[in-house]
Nanobody, 114 residues
């Protein structure tokens, strides 16, 4: 069974930065795709960024130019560098990996507030 564990969330002031990490453990045949999603209270879960096995990235328009996703297949880890954070980025952030089945982490809270 595959497990994903996120870390790096917390409280940050507007304009600040955070780096999220997500490490996978368990029986993994291959990592096809990795990504980050977020869900704010009362809202649907939304895509933040994804990165494919070939390194192709995709970002939500709301985070383009501020967030950077990267992955290390050998370490089975995906990262999300978040800069210039805004209050509207406040959410629970979930890691996702397709290994090849879609697997989710437990989520990590990111709060952007002064």
């Amino acid at each position: 069974q595959v497990q994903l564990v996120e870390s790096g969330g917390g409280l940050v002031q507007p304009g600040g930065s955070l780096r999220l990490s997500c490490a996978a453990s368990g029986s993994i045949f291959t990592i096809v795709n990795m990504g980050w999603y977020r869900q704010a209270p009362g809202k649907q879960r939304e895509l933040v960024a994804t990165i494919s096995l070939a390194g192709r990235t995709n970002y939500a328009d709301s985070v383009k130019g501020r967030f950077t996703i990267s992955g290390d297949n050998a370490k089975k880890t995906v990262y999300l560098q978040m800069n210039s954070l805004k209050p509207e980025d406040t959410s629970v952030y979930y890691c996702m990996m397709q290994v090849p089945q879609t697997t989710w982490g437990q989520g990590t809270q990111v709060t952007v507030s002064s």
